[in-house]
């Protein structure tokens, strides 16, 4: 059970300029479509591309070959396009799966491929785009549509536009014209977070690419910045506080970073400062198999493309213990690996994507994954989202069966909103020691105080050989409560470690190399549950460690410990 979540009244003119601005869409594109408005699009004409940024994230062959059969695979969703038919032509099943065919997604799958048969197919989508989508309309024209098609073309167009033919290519090239210069006019239009730092990037890169303004490349580097400023944290995190979103981030910020310096120009002292002050972070994130924790929304990602990404930090900064303005702790001896949320909720859009997962952990050893969290839906299996985003699917306390931060219901405010996060810690507290004992993290939140008066702390120490975590997790009544309510502390682990019981008590956690953990704890009753984990695009099930309880009006405590052990 989770809490309904009322609409707070601070959101209101937020709700009603989001109103207004849908209210406005008509005009808007019969502004922007009409013969005058789109004579002020015209300027000089590039006629090729001068710089192809380097896409680091992979492709998977199984996607060319669906969009060969016909077949759509956008957002979880799935079109089949008959013979003879556009799928331009066809009703999108949703708004995320029209932004991704409207993005060019499919041009990047198209290209990896390679091959006369994809070759053909690009070309024949995209002049069927241009054909049927050559004016302003959303949400292709959206600038965060846009942006992302347009970087999607600077990357992955070598394949089509090289002995193209010269009609289609002119074609192809006066539309980029006209969306490169929509895109300077409406940049700050993208919606707010990553989708507007995106929108940036594109602006500046088209500067560079298509080599024909050099007024583009200084606003949309000015953009850029902006929104560096606004979502990049002193301490290298994104402002969402999700490991993936920081990633992303990194990603277009290298684009552009690369493509300045192909063009023998120096980057602005911001763009190359955030840079810097990213690459450590994204490194505090990364488990010993080198892809990501889950935290806040975020997939694992590919450990091949982060380490690619990461080769291009030239200061290599390492990461540091405690990610202040990133709300997280780290705990590193080793083999041994601990993070912890430490944080709160995101403000405004960028609480979108959030979880309510506050003092939730992920622990490793080596190269192994242990203790995790369950994962966020992605891009595909979108329909776990709302389940994923709860405490319980967290590794971390629940109390009354409740969420700490809950999403905000069906209804107007979610339409014009988003699914945003609300509620959830007012002030999160952490603190970090080192003893003969190893380094400990105490840390405490109160987002359970305000409906059932509790506070929930979490001690954590890992021994300095990183072959043993200690911890304790207290609920301490702050307020007068009626009757007893029941807690549940939740240790989800990765679906590759296998679960048994030992004979002398506690639970037994078999690596996939063999290496052996041993699981023990007091203060309530262990057992064994489902679980599910969503690393990437596949549900896999795997199981939980739960403690449970029941806290009155004195503080209980359920003290825990994960020990390496000879099998």
């Known amino acids: 059970m989770t809490m309904r979540a009322a609409v707070p009244l601070n959101l209101l003119p937020e709700m009603l300029k989001a109103l207004g601005w849908q209210a406005l869409a008509p005009l808007r594109s019969g502004i922007r479509r009409n013969w005058f408005y789109r004579r002020l699009l015209r300027g000089p004409l590039a006629d090729h591309i001068a710089f192809h940024p380097q896409d680091f994230q992979p492709r998977r062959l199984e996607d060319a070959d669906a969009l060969l059969r016909g077949r759509f695979r956008f957002a979880g969703e799935s079109v089949d396009v008959p013979e003879g038919r556009s799928v331009f032509d066809i009703a999108p099943p949703s708004a995320a799966w029209a932004e991704a065919l409207h993005d060019f997604s499919w041009l990047a799958s198209l290209s990896s491929a390679g091959g006369e048969a994809s070759r053909q197919l690009a070309i024949e989508l995209i002049g069927q785009w241009i054909k049927r989508h050559g004016r302003y309309s959303e949400p292709a024209w959206s600038p965060h549509v846009m942006g992302r098609r347009l970087i999607t073309i600077f990357c992955h167009s070598r394949p089509v536009i090289t002995n193209s033919d010269m009609m289609w290519r002119s074609r192809l090239f006066v539309s980029l014209r006209e969306q490169a210069r929509m895109l300077e006019r409406i940049c700050a239009e993208a919606p707010d977070g990553l989708p507007r730092l995106d929108a940036g990037a594109a ?45 992303h981030a990194y990603h277009a910020l290298t684009m552009v970073m690369d493509a300045l310096m192909a063009a023998d120009l120096e980057p602005p002292h911001g763009l190359r400062n955030a840079r810097d002050r990213m690459a450590p972070m994204l490194r505090f994130f990364r488990h010993g198999d080198g892809a990501l924790a889950l935290f806040q929304g975020g997939q694992e990602g590919n450990p091949r493309a982060i380490a690619n990404l990461l080769s291009r930090d030239e200061v290599r900064g390492q990461p540091f213990g405690h990610a202040r303005h990133s709300g997280y702790q780290r705990l590193a001896a080793g083999r041994g690996q601990i993070l912890l949320d430490c944080g709160r909720v995101p403000e405004g859009a960028f609480a979108n994507r959030a979880h309510a997962g506050f003092l939730g952990l992920e622990m490793s050893s080596g190269t192994h994954r242990l203790v995790v969290n369950c994962g966020a839906g992605g891009k595909n299996q979108r329909g776990w989202d709302a389940a994923l985003r709860v405490t319980a699917a967290h590794s971390t306390l629940t109390l009354a069966d409740k969420s700490s931060a809950q999403v905000l219901p069906a209804g107007l405010a979610r339409d014009l909103l988003g699914p945003r996060l609300v509620g959830g810690p007012k002030r999160p507290l952490t603190r970090r020691s080192e003893t003969a004992l190893g380094w400990t993290v105490e840390a405490s939140h109160d987002a359970y105080v305000p409906e059932l008066g509790l506070r929930h702390e979490r001690k954590i120490t890992l021994s300095p050989q990183g072959q043993m975590v200690t911890g304790a997790d207290r609920i301490v009544p702050v307020t007068t409560r009626g009757g007893p309510l029941a807690f549940a502390l939740r240790f989800h682990i990765h679906p590759d470690v296998r679960i048994s019981q030992l004979e002398g008590g506690g639970i037994l956690l078999k690596l996939s190399n063999g290496e052996g953990w041993r699981f023990r704890a007091g203060g309530g009753e262990l057992t064994v549950e489902e679980s599910v984990y969503l690393g990437g695009d596949t549900v896999r099930r795997t199981e939980q460690l739960v403690v449970t309880g029941q806290v009155r009006d004195t503080p209980v405590e359920a003290a825990w410990v994960f020990e390496q052990i000879v099998v």
């Open 203 to 247: 602006l500046a890169l088209s500067g560079i690419c298509m080599d024909d303004s050099t007024t583009r490349l200084a606003a949309g580097l000015e953009r850029l910045e902006i929104e560096i400023e606004r979502q990049i944290l002193p301490d290298g995190g994104h402002v969402g506080r999700s490991p993936e979103d920081l990633l």
